[in-house]
């Protein structure tokens, strides 16, 4: 992470200590024990990527691990950082929003690569603004799920957006495709593989060292090679939200550049 007026620019592992915070044991979102680990994909998700030989590769933290259970390894979820409750049935209609848009996305990824937009109604129905507000949660449940795995506090406009306060502040959300996901999927095609995948870029951010905090933070999450971008700023309250549009924007976005 960046560091805000600091010689040194640029933190990371042992460094970024001094800016986490302690886990409490208790659910971000309502304070009750936290007993319950979110998905970093849902399982839907990994069940389609599943090969002949009954595991999927999980490629992370500098290693590769042979996955043999979606619902049960600890290598797709984050710790445990919400109640039961909470990463269930609160929750239950971001996550089948979620499900929408990924089979969606799943089932077209020719007709998106030539398309600039996405049309939420083809996803979600007449009652798209519904399905669409509840993916923009599900992707602010997962930040939250992440940030705090990841041992930073959760923001603060995160648990009134999910209770359905609107606007989400200090969040922006940007839809996007991603060239080199898409490249890989084209290439893997070409052999007869199925080469859509499930992808979550490096984190990055700044820390205050006055202040002694996180004050941005932001990373994607991508299925195949369409992305939501997220980026958290304690200091910016303008937000672009792709969630609240019928037909949103789908720009080529370069991670690497």
């Known amino acids: 992470m960046h560091v805000s007026g600091d010689e040194k620019p640029y933190l990371e592992g042992d460094d970024l200590a001094p800016f986490k915070i302690p886990n409490s044991g208790r659910c971000w979102w309502c304070g009750a024990k936290a007993d319950s680990r979110e998905h970093k994909f849902k399982r839907t ?52 929003a979620y499900d929408l848009f990924s089979t969606y996305v799943w089932e077209h990824p020719e007709s998106l690569y030539r398309s600039s937009s996405l049309n939420m109604k083809l996803i979600y129905g007449k009652d798209w603004s519904v399905g669409a507000l509840d993916l923009g949660r599900y992707v602010a449940k997962h930040i939250g799920c992440r940030m705090a795995a990841s041992g930073y506090a959760v923001p603060d406009a995160i648990i009134p957006f999910l209770e359905g306060v609107l606007p989400l502040s200090n969040i922006q959300m940007t839809l996007f495709k991603d060239p080199e996901r898409w490249k890989i999927y084209r290439d893997l095609k070409k052999d007869g593989i199925q080469g859509l995948g499930l992808w979550l870029p490096p984190a990055w951010g700044e820390v205050s060292r006055s202040r002694g905090q996180v004050v941005v933070y932001s990373s994607a999450l991508i299925v195949g090679y369409i992305g939501v971008m997220y980026r958290w700023s304690a200091d910016t309250a303008e937000t672009d939200l792709f969630y609240l549009h019928r037909r949103v924007s789908l720009p080529w976005y370069d991670q690497s550049d």
């Open 45 to 96: 998700d990994l069940s389609r990527m599943w090969d002949k030989d009954d595991h999927l590769i999980w490629v992370g933290d500098r290693r590769e691990v042979k996955v043999r259970s979606a619902r049960k390894s600890p290598v797709v979820k984050f710790a445990a950082n919400l109640c039961a409750r909470c990463n269930n049935m609160r929750s239950q209609p971001f996550d089948t």
